[in-house]
Every structure is written in structure tokens, then in C-alpha cells.
Nanobody
């Protein structure tokens, strides 16, 4: 049974940091590319960051470059998103996605709210 579970969201002040975690099970994790997406109310779900199956390649949306860092641990089947210098515009539900060819798995999301 495939499971993807995000955690680490919460309320943080502008300029603060959060680290999101994504725990995966039920599929061959080390062969899947992993991504973090986010969706604010009334907006579409957009990719924030992605990482290749072996962790060698990463990609970021321009809005988070220099502030967010994606990483993975294939032995623990975990993906992380370190978020620094958070801004109110980063407020959204954050989702973890596993992709391999035509197969994709999504988690249920974790809420991040940036507010003073």
C-alpha cells in the first residue's frame, strides 16, 4: 500500500523557518523523482521544488530560489523541504509528490501559514 505522509507545517512569523518532511512507503522510493508542490486557497497547485531519484539534481521555482532547499534520504525513504526567510506569500498547503514515468503518488498535504 502506497503511503506518502507530509509533516512539519504550522504557523510561523515572516522571516522564520520551517522544515517539512515527507515519509514514503509502499513503492520503490529510490527510483522515483520527488517534488514539493503548494496550493493557496483559490489558486492552482504549483511545483515548488523537485529532486531526482538519486538526489543529484534539484530544481526550484523562481519564487523560492535561495530560500528553500529540497533534499532526500533514500535509506530512510524521506524527502525534506527546508524553508527559510518565509514570506506571507508562502502561505499554502504543501504537498509531496512521487513521480516515475506515468505513475504519480500524492500525499494529503500539510498547511504552512506565514503571518505575524
Amino acid at each position: 500500500q502506497v503511503q506518502i505522509v507530509e509533516s512539519g507545517g504550522g504557523l510561523v512569523q515572516p522571516g522564520g523557518s520551517l522544515r517539512l518532511s515527507c515519509a514514503a512507503s509502499g513503492f520503490d522510493f529510490s527510483t522515483y523523482g520527488m517534488s514539493w508542490y503548494r496550493q493557496a486557497p483559490g489558486k492552482r497547485r504549483d511545483m515548488v521544488a523537485s529532486i531526482s531519484s538519486n538526489g543529484a539534481f534539484t530544481n526550484y521555482d523562481d519564487s523560492v530560489k535561495g530560500r528553500f532547499t529540497i533534499s532526500r534520504d533514500n535509506t530512510q525513504k524521506m524527502v525534506y523541504l527546508q524553508m527559510n526567510s518565509l514570506e506571507p506569500e508562502d502561505t499554502a498547503a504543501y504537498y509531496c509528490k512521487a513521480v516515475k514515468l506515468e505513475t504519480a503518488y500524492w500525499g494529503q498535504g500539510t498547511q504552512v501559514t506565514v503571518s505575524s
